[in-house]
């Protein structure tokens, strides 16, 4: 092992920033864990507005957290907005001084992506000083389910400033799934990655799935992003129309665009409980009542944390996503993969009612704790990472 000082800068806005003790705690924070566990000095550069939260941040709310640098930001409250566009546009320009002043610090950048206002601010610095780049794949970019002129230009960007990482003998590739990995290297095929490992953002919480309770009541819960990715208006519109009579409640919790449409159904509905953003413990109050937990996403191939996060709590996941997704669910008995037109969402319900729930839960704790609990799967996971930093 090299004994040269490693420091490491993370990059990525957007993400929640863990000021409080029941802040959730995401990828970030999570690979500050692990680089910090392996002896790397480790910071975050990021803006000061939250973005599940659309809210700002004060530096003197990061109280111990000196690894965090928060740019100053605009925020925005619609994702479709202009005003969102100029505060990528003021991240990137800001990022860019910050580089600018401090890069020689840094021995290695991380970057999520897809991230374009980050990659332009970064890559002028990486190719030129032939910095480690690590790429840290968490979502499809361009998505399908994304339409408009600033989407367009976005995507155009990206691609654009893709095709201009020099250093490829000095790139690792870090996906949250194997559908994410393979995706990146058909979309990018001229990037040759020196080394590459999957490994799920994952979850750093203890299980804590319920006893199995014996009752004729089905709870079902829907955890993360309101935005135009997941079909939660539908996926919950079609729950309603079985006209079930053991279905007690459905929790939604998150905010995005289908909010308001939700707050409809809700006020027509009594069982249907709208929360918006909710910290980790408030979550895990309202799922550890639960049963069911839903994934109705647009996109095949991957892999989303929620899963971990459902079966943190023990439930049993009623998700649309084909592909590596549906193969755990199934092969591992935690769950059934629906049709995007909720075809078979009354079967799913039926199987969940006849399975034994003990056995379910047995299932969903050793599918948590072998695949998405942060303790394990980034020690199990990262070893290539490792090597890749170290030399």
């Not at 930001?73 to 002043?101: D, M, Q, W």
């Not at 953003?277 to 109050?285: G, H, S, T, V």
Request: proline share 3%; aromatic share 12%.
């Amino acid at each position: 092992m090299n004994n040269r000082t490693i420091n490491i800068l993370l990059i990525k806005d957007g993400e929640i920033i863990p000021i409080k003790k029941n802040d959730r705690r995401m990828r970030v924070s999570h690979l500050i864990s692990y680089f910090k566990k392996n002896g790397y000095n480790t910071s975050w550069i990021t803006s000061n507005f939250l973005h599940s939260q659309r809210a700002f941040v004060k530096k003197k709310d990061l109280k111990n957290n000196e690894n965090i640098i928060l740019l100053k930001s605009i925020g925005y409250f619609n994702n479709k907005s202009p005003r969102r566009f100029i505060h990528t546009i003021f991240f990137s320009l800001e990022l860019f001084i910050f580089l600018s002043k401090n890069i020689k610090k840094y021995t290695h950048i991380c970057i999520a992506y897809p991230t374009p206002e980050s990659l332009f601010a970064t890559l002028i610095f990486t190719n030129h000083l032939k910095i480690p780049l690590i790429i840290d794949v968490r979502d499809i970019w361009p998505p399908k389910t994304k339409n408009g002129f600033i989407y367009f230009i976005y995507s155009k960007f990206t691609i654009f400033l893709m095709k201009k990482i020099k250093n490829k003998s000095r790139l690792y590739l870090l996906s949250v799934s194997e559908g994410l990995e393979n995706w990146f290297r058909e979309f990018f095929p001229r990037l040759k990655p020196l080394s590459s490992t999957i490994c799920p953002i994952g979850c750093d919480e203890q299980f804590y799935g319920k006893k199995v309770l014996n009752k004729n009541s089905i709870n079902i819960i829907y955890v993360g992003s309101l935005g135009v990715n997941y079909d939660v208006t539908g996926i919950i519109k079609s729950i309603i129309s079985i006209k079930q009579e053991d279905i007690l409640n459905i929790h939604i919790i998150g905010n995005g665009e289908q909010f308001n449409k939700l707050k409809k159904l809700n006020s027509k509905r009594s069982n249907i409980n709208l929360y918006g953003f909710l910290d980790k413990e408030q979550i895990k109050r309202i799922s550890s009542n639960c049963d069911i937990g839903l994934v109705p996403h647009k996109i095949d191939g991957l892999l989303p944390n929620k899963i971990g996060e459902y079966l943190c709590a023990g439930l049993y996941i009623i998700s649309t996503i084909k592909g590596k997704c549906a193969e755990l669910i199934k092969n591992n008995e935690v769950g059934f993969t629906v049709d995007r037109e909720y075809k078979l969402m009354k079967k799913a319900l039926n199987v969940y009612k006849e399975l034994d729930k003990k056995n379910l839960l047995k299932n969903t704790q050793k599918l948590y704790t072998s695949d998405f609990y942060t303790e394990n799967v980034y020690i199990n996971q990262l070893n290539t990472l490792k090597e890749f930093i170290n030399n």
